[in-house]
C-alpha cells in the first residue's frame, strides 16, 4: 500500500521558509497525483497545493499562491512543498496525500493516502 512520510517542518520566523519533504513508497510514484493540505488548531484540514503525475499542472490555494511551490521529483519518489514568505497564520500541521490517478485536485475526499504530518510553526 501507499505510504507517506513528511518532513522538513519546524519553527521558523514571519517571513521565513522551510521545505517541506514527502516520501512515497509503496506504489508506482507516477500514477498518483500529489497534494499537500493543512490543518490549524480548531480547523478543517484545507487545500494547499496540488501537482499532477508529471510536475506540469499545479494548483494553489488562494491563501499561498506566490508564496508557496509544489514540485515533485519522479525519480525520486518525493514530493516537496517550498514555503516562502512565511506567515503566522501558516502555522499548522502540514500533510501529504496521494489519489490514485494522473490528475491533480484540490478536493480533499478525492485523496486515499495520507501521511502523518508535519508541523510548521511561524512565530511572529
Known amino acids: 500500500q501507499v505510504q507517506l512520510v513528511e518532513s522538513g517542518g519546524g519553527l521558523v520566523q514571519a517571513g521565513g521558509s522551510l521545505r517541506l519533504s514527502c516520501a512515497f513508497s509503496?506504489?508506482?510514484?507516477?500514477?498518483?497525483?500529489m497534494g499537500w493540505f493543512r490543518q490549524a488548531p480548531g480547523k478543517e484540514r484545507d487545500f494547499v497545493a496540488a501537482?499532477?503525475?508529471?510536475?506540469?499542472?499545479?494548483y494553489y490555494s488562494d491563501s499561498v499562491k506566490g508564496r508557496f511551490t509544489i514540485s515533485r521529483d519522479n525519480a525520486k519518489n518525493t514530493v516537496y512543498l517550498q514555503t516562502n514568505s512565511l506567515k503566522p497564520e501558516d502555522t499548522a500541521v502540514y500533510y501529504c496525500?496521494?489519489?490514485?490517478?494522473?490528475?491533480?485536485?484540490?478536493?480533499?475526499?478525492?485523496?486515499?493516502?495520507w501521511g502523518q504530518g508535519t508541523q510548521v510553526t511561524v512565530s511572529s
Open positions: 509503496g506504489r508506482t510514484f507516477i500514477r498518483y497525483a
Open positions: 496525500a496521494a489519489r490514485f490517478g494522473s490528475v491533480a485536485t484540490r478536493i480533499r475526499v478525492q485523496y486515499g493516502y
Open positions: 501537482i499532477n503525475w508529471s510536475g506540469g499542472t499545479t
